[in-house]
């Protein structure tokens, strides 16, 4: 049943932290609040950002890259409900499931009032001992939030203020100018937050459907441990526990983390990477579906994948390269140069980043370098 006026509801569950505010709050699809503190999910008073009881952090093992910044994920589902899980695509997660993603940056040395100077690192965000975010030494950027309504998910940006107090609902979006400061020197960029329809450009991962679905919390994600306050668990079992999610199986997929070899092959690493960062549109649904490029986890590495693919309608993304990807030339395929240019025309993904990923397009020229086989 669709909601018509607020519904508060009592959390029972304990994540990690303590939260000083009121209770998780579902607002009703038409009255959207304009403050993010109304929805009780998270909260930050200037000097420390923390989540409502009942509300669970999660992470991923290969997220989409967003200009080096942090997130810190969370999952909240009303009392008694719980995901019905899937081996092979994202959760059924109930109506009124409420999923957060917060982006965030650890400031700089060079930090200061007319310095927006982060650091620019491969790495994930990380709650202290206290299950918060220390805003000294953190910044707020932005916090979306993804509603599950009984027709379906609704999508909402929200922008921290300079007081780091409170979060602003935008839905045209918003832009920030940032410095990342890494080990080779600094990156002027400009962060964009994604309006509200650009949301859907992403969370549509079947076009024709044009239904909005949660990108992330898939079982080949979650399966990894997570460092809770109290405990280390794996994602699965904990949800299992909770009573978030139900009809595991004993076997679920394993997940490769791209930026942790661990015992996962440099294919398998690189296949997670693309699939988070490309498979939203590149898979046979998807609105990049003319493309005729698949990159799910699970698409075989053949002609479909790129290989000695020539492009379709690609005009100056291709750079006068012959192939998607040409075995044992990363410098001549395309995959590549699209990943190293931020210029609209060319870059890829085109939505939700500003920076060149450093770190991922070397795992996938040193991939594509060491295929076997010619065009």
């Known amino acids: 049943m669709r909601p018509t006026t607020a519904i508060v509801v009592t959390c029972a569950l304990l994540a990690s932290c303590k939260y000083s505010g009121h209770d998780v709050v579902l607002h009703a699809a038409n009255d959207i609040p304009e403050r993010l503190s109304d929805w ?46 899937s081996s092979d695509r994202e959760f059924d997660f109930p109506v009124g499931t409420i999923i957060s993603k917060t982006f965030h940056y650890q400031k700089a040395a060079a930090w200061g009032d007319d310095s927006f100077t982060v650091i620019k690192a491969d790495r994930e965000a990380a709650l202290n001992a206290k299950g918060r975010l220390d805003l000294d030494d953190y910044v707020l950027i932005e916090t979306r939030i993804l509603v599950r309504y009984d027709d379906g998910w609704k999508a909402l940006p929200y922008v921290w203020n300079e007081a780091q107090d409170e979060a602003f609902l935008e839905l045209a979006g918003d832009a920030r100018n940032v410095v990342l400061a890494g080990a080779q020197g600094h990156d002027d960029i400009v962060y964009i937050v994604p309006d509200a329809n650009q949301c859907g450009g992403c969370h ?7 239904e909005l679905r949660p ?10 441990d997570y460092q809770y306050q ?23 997929p394993q997940g490769a983390r791209w930026s942790e070899p ?22 046979a649904a998807g609105a990049a579906d003319t493309s005729a490029l698949h ?59 500003s920076a060149v990923h450093t770190e991922g397009v070397q795992l996938v020229s040193d991939w594509i370098a060491g295929l076997n086989g010619d065009c």
């Open 215 to 224: 990108l992330g919390p898939r079982a080949w994600q979650l399966n990894r």
């Open 295 to 353: 990159l799910n986890i699970d698409a075989p590495v053949d002609r479909l994948y790129g290989v000695c693919k020539t492009p379709v309608a690609v005009g100056r993304g291709s750079g006068d390269r012959p192939y998607d990807i040409y075995p044992g030339r990363p410098g001549e395929s395309i995959l590549v140069y699209r990943m190293q240019h931020t210029d609209p025309a060319i870059a890829m993904p085109e939505l939700g980043r």
């Open 262 to 283: 661990g015992d996962a092959t440099t294919e398998q690493r690189v296949k997670a990477y693309l699939d988070a960062n490309c498979a939203h549109c590149h898979n």
């Open 204 to 210: 549509t991962p079947d076009h024709s459907a044009r």
């Open 40 to 85: 009780g999910v998270v909260s930050a008073n200037g000097q420390e950002f923390e989540l409502n009881d009942g509300v669970v952090p999660y992470d991923l093992n290969t997220p989409l890259f967003s200009d080096y910044a942090l997130k810190l994920r969370t999952v909240w589902m009303p009392i008694g409900s719980s995901a019905r899980y």
């Open 230 to 252: 109290q405990t280390t668990a794996n994602q699965l079992d904990r949800w299992t526990v909770m009573g978030l999610l139900s009809g595991v199986g004993d076997t679920p």
